[in-house]
């Protein structure tokens, strides 16, 4: 992977890639452009290209498949169509975790254990551009198995975006909040398979309907400024909403040494550096949350406001006989940071959020929580290209408990690529605040658990 660089060409009548040379795909407007004075390439992108009579000799299809673009079903004058599909089964084993918990209230709950197998995601988006290349589209069917009967277990979604040049690029639709790094794209190359960290997990923003601005800034940054109509979008209609539009989140990303952090910034490196890549980034989200906002308990990619012990606090009379919570103004910065070399990753993130300014019935006397979370990751390719294992860590402190966990797991990539793999995970949890049907954790739980999973994503 390498730096951002320009070579001057003549692009008065248009440029065309012939041929791909590098370590990543080549997207037009995102890997590769042109501006007046030449071309430029990013992130891994190398090759041929054709300038001055691009229009009369390049002809020439795309790639036929991109990794995480899918394959080409059609290609012509006035658009591109890619396919993908993402899916995974898992097998989940909680019996090991205790079957009760009790929270900061002092009130026993009880954990439902599992052990199952499932279909755990179905995926398909359908990706490409349509009467210029400026004007993208990517819209996708989703379904949540293990969610089956929750309102938002199938979800139909996707976004259009508008690419003025590598600097701007403006979208509207859904898409993840850029609150923390996990949300920034590289879905679903993560250590685990579709798995957080819990402290990421609990503070985090989701996916949901907002615009945005996205683009470069300069030649080893990133930045990214959304408005949104809440935290989550996954499970809840127009009608809960309360047409404010009041949620906002922004991030900065700096790429110090090589201007790129791997295929679309992925955790771990499987893309094997030969120089050392860093990265440093930082993100803040605020929304005016309502009661009538918060999508289902087992919502997919849902993120209930919780406390630091696992209690949401909409829930009437948590604190105390006769209040109830209406709104809550959240506030959420992080920082992460990371390096790799040869193979070994090793990153981290810290977490600080805010709750404050309490409405609804007699909540005079809920003082503004503060909570601090970080998260550790570390791993490396034993085998280049076939086997990797990772160890890490999170912790979640607040006023309402601690909780922490310890994982450690590995990917065997059995055909040497990252479209298909075999991940195993142990997770040790001490009294995990945050969890749902789609993740392999729950709310409360405290003590070990393990899966299993064969992950395809094309």
């Known amino acids: 992977m390498g730096e951002r660089q320009h070579c001057a060409a003549d692009t008065s009548s248009g440029v065309a890639l012939l041929k791909g040379t590098g370590t990543a795909p080549c997207l037009l407007g995102k890997t590769w452009g042109y501006d007046d004075t030449g071309i430029w390439v990013s992130d891994g992108c190398g090759g041929e290209f054709l ?33 993908r599909l993402f899916s995974y089964a898992r097998y989940l084993n909680q019996k090991a975790l205790d079957p009760t918990y009790v929270d900061a209230f002092g009130n026993t709950r009880t954990v439902q254990l599992r052990q199952d197998i499932q279909l755990q995601k179905f995926f398909a988006p359908f990706s490409g551009w349509f009467l210029t290349p400026k004007f993208r589209y990517y819209l996708y069917v989703w379904s949540s198995n293990p969610s089956q009967g929750d309102p938002a277990q199938v979800v139909g979604a996707g976004n259009i975006s508008y690419t003025f040049n590598r600097f701007v690029t403006l979208g509207g639709g859904i898409t993840s909040l850029p609150a923390v790094r996990s949300t920034e794209g590289q879905f679903p190359y993560w250590l685990g398979v579709d798995d957080r960290m819990t402290a990421d997990e609990f503070f985090r923003g989701s996916y949901t309907d907002g615009v945005w601005l996205r683009g470069d800034l300069g030649a080893k940054a990133k930045y990214m400024a959304m408005v949104a109509n809440n935290l989550s979008i996954l499970g809840v209609s127009a009608t809960q909403l309360d047409g404010k539009l009041d949620t906002q989140s922004f991030m900065v990303s700096w790429f110090p040494t090589t201007g790129e952090f791997g295929l679309y910034g992925t955790f771990g490196d499987y893309d094997d550096h030969q120089k050392v890549a860093t990265r440093l980034a930082a993100h803040y989200t605020h929304s005016l949350e309502d009661r009538q906002m918060q999508p289902g308990t087992n919502a997919i990619e849902n993120t209930q406001i919780r406390l630091t012990d696992g209690s949401i606090v909409f829930t009437p009379d948590l604190f105390g006989p006769g209040i109830t919570v209406n709104t809550v103004d959240y506030q959420m910065m992080s920082l992460d940071g990371g390096i790799k070399y040869h193979g070994v990753s090793l990153e981290a993130e810290y977490y600080r959020r805010w709750l404050t300014d309490f409405t609804g019935i007699n909540t005079a006397s809920i003082a503004p929580v503060t909570d601090n979370g970080y998260q550790v990751q570390s791993s490396a390719m034993v085998v280049q290209k076939t086997l990797q294992l990772y160890l890490s860590t999170s912790q979640i402190l607040g006023r309402y408990g601690n909780a922490s966990e310890l994982r450690a797991g590995g990917n065997w990539y059995f055909t040497g690529e990252r479209g298909l793999r075999l991940n195993a995970e142990w997770i040790h949890l001490d009294h995990c605040p945050v969890g749902y049907t789609a993740v392999p954790y729950p709310v409360g739980g405290n003590g070990n658990l393990f899966h299993v999973n064969v992950e395809l994503n094309f």
Do not use: M
């Not at 001055?52 to 290609?75: C, D, H, T, V």
């Open 51 to 83: 300038a001055g009579r691009a229009e009369e000799e390049s002809k020439k299809k795309p790639p036929e498949y991109i990794p995480n673009f899918g394959f080409l079903l059609y290609s012509g004058e006035k658009g591109e169509i890619y396919f």
